[in-house]
């Protein structure tokens, strides 16, 4: 069963808009959440994190929002560009399961100019 | 600093044979985590290494096996290659403790034929 789930397999987006990318998580253990962007072929690369403990991180363009009771966090991104274009990955961990962290199967976003 | 690296980038074996992928963590990172990413499965944790010492395993067979040495380097074997073990194998590095950033490579893309 997932424990991390991403519902929309894909999101196209007006570039300058805001993009919006959710992800629902089922474990309650999970107290520490991450967003990776990743090109083909490619590995993940870094957006930004969450600890459990907030409800809200912003670096730049990017902001995440955690929502602990819906088990709930979403990545916006404001202003799109198009080469934010990729797929986009929500991450969780837990404190007792070293270096495991659990993936959903991703959203893939496109910016259109 | 630089990045995570891994070697080789590519590799094409046939059902049957092993191989041996390898992974250098960003310099001060102890932990290397590794994931197995397939279309079908998305991004699947392996197994996490740190200070030489197996702390986390996923659900994979015994064919699948790793190590850590004294330099957190780390190496990923598996043996009785099988066509579904064609993926894109990630090698990710963080400082040390559960709730750090992982930083992951660039992947090496296993083709089994």
């Known amino acids: 069963d997932q424990q991390v789930k991403q519902n929309s397999p894909s999101l196209s987006v007006q570039e300058g808009r805001i993009s919006i990318l959710n992800c629902d998580y089922t474990?309650?253990?999970?107290?520490?959440f991450l967003w990776y962007k990743k090109y083909p072929a490619e590995g993940p690369t870094f957006l930004i994190s969450?600890?459990?403990?907030?409800d809200k991180n912003e670096d730049g363009r990017f902001t995440v929002f955690l929502n602990k009771s819906a088990k709930h966090l979403s990545l916006h991104i404001v202003p799109s560009q198009p080469g934010d274009s990729a797929v986009y990955f929500c991450?969780?961990?837990?404190?007792?399961?070293?270096?495991?962290?659990?993936f959903g199967k991703g959203t893939k976003l496109s910016v259109k100019p | 600093k630089a990045g995570v690296t891994q070697t080789p980038r590519y590799l094409i074996k046939t059902r049957g044979q092993q191989v041996t992928l390898s992974c250098s963590p960003i310099?001060?990172?102890?932990?290397v985590s590794w994931y197995q990413q397939t279309p079908g499965q998305g991004l699947q944790f392996l197994f996490e290494y740190f200070s030489e010492t197996q702390r986390n395993k996923g659900n994979f067979p015994g064919r699948f096996s790793g190590r850590q040495f004294s330099n957190s380097r780390s190496e990923m074997n598996v043996s009785t290659l099988e066509l579904g073990d064609s993926a894109l194998y990630l090698c990710?590095?963080?400082?040390?403790?559960?709730?750090?950033?992982?930083?992951f490579g660039p992947g090496t893309r296993l083709t089994v034929l």
């Open positions: 969450i600890s459990s403990i907030k």
């Open positions: 310099s001060g990172h102890r932990s």
């Open positions: 990710a590095s963080m400082t040390s403790g559960t709730t750090d950033t992982q930083y």
């Open positions: 474990n309650s253990m999970f107290d520490y």
């Open positions: 991450a969780a961990s837990d404190r007792g399961s070293q270096g495991n962290l659990i």
